[in-house]
């Protein structure tokens, strides 16, 4: 736990911005698109409720011709 970033001996360091930079692609955006929503949703930008993916509709969506647009 001493080397959590970069503290500790054995030098290097970087702090967060050296961490969040070595993490994988897809968890580095999951992350980052996460803390943004999060935020906005705090910051009473977007609504909690606009957020509720809860009917499959939602999740899916549906185009004019009323078949599932997966593809989107």
């Known amino acids: ?5 970069g503290a500790g001996g ?6 967060p911005e050296q961490w969040f930079r070595a993490l994988p692609p897809v968890t ?7 803390l ?4 906005l949703a705090n910051l009473e930008v977007v609504k909690w409720n606009d ?4 009917r499959w509709e939602d999740v899916m969506g549906r185009g004019s011709s009323g078949r599932a647009e997966v593809w989107r």
């Open 10 to 15: 054995g030098g290097g360091g970087g702090g």
């Open 1 to 5: 736990m001493d080397n959590l970033f």
């Open 36 to 39: 943004i929503v999060t935020a």
């Open 51 to 54: 957020l509720d993916f809860s």
């Open 28 to 34: 580095r955006i999951y992350l980052g698109l996460t």
